[in-house]
Nanobody
Framework: QVQLVASGGGLVQAGGSLRLSCALS????????MGWFRQAPGKEREVVAS????????YYADSVKGRFAISRDNARNTVYLQMNSLKPEDTAVYSC???????????????WGQGTQVTVSS
């Protein structure tokens, strides 16, 4: 059974940085497209970024382009989300997900991890 465990959330001031990590177990990590999602209170869940199996291509939501970077280490079965220049509107619960589809971006994810809270103070 595939399991995803996210970590790295916390409280940070506006303009600061955080790095989220998500480790996959119970499956072959390199076979999955990986994505990061977030959900703020009272809002729908939205995709933040996704990365292909090899790590060669990444997709970003417009709201985070130029500030966030997704990466993966297939040897460590881990995907990362480096978040820089954080804004209060980035406050949300961030979750990672794995998809068996090579073209997944916002949809098509088979497995989900628990969320990690990111709070950005102004």
């Amino acid at each position: 059974q595939v399991q995803l465990v996210a970590s790295g959330g916390g409280l940070v001031q506006a303009g600061g940085s955080l790095r989220l990590s998500c480790a996959l177990s119970g499956g072959t990590f390199s076979r999955y497209t990986m994505g990061w999602f977030r959900q703020a209170p009272g809002k729908e869940r939205e995709v933040v970024a996704s990365i292909t199996r090899s790590g060669g291509n990444a997709y970003y939501a417009d709201s985070v382009k130029g500030r966030f970077a997704i990466s993966r280490d297939n040897a460590r079965n881990t995907v990362y989300l480096q978040m820089n220049s954080l804004k209060p509107e980035d406050t949300a619960v961030y979750s990672c997900a794995a998809s068996s589809s090579p073209t997944a971006r916002a949809t098509g994810y088979n497995y989900w991890g628990q969320g990690t809270q990111v709070t950005v103070s102004s």
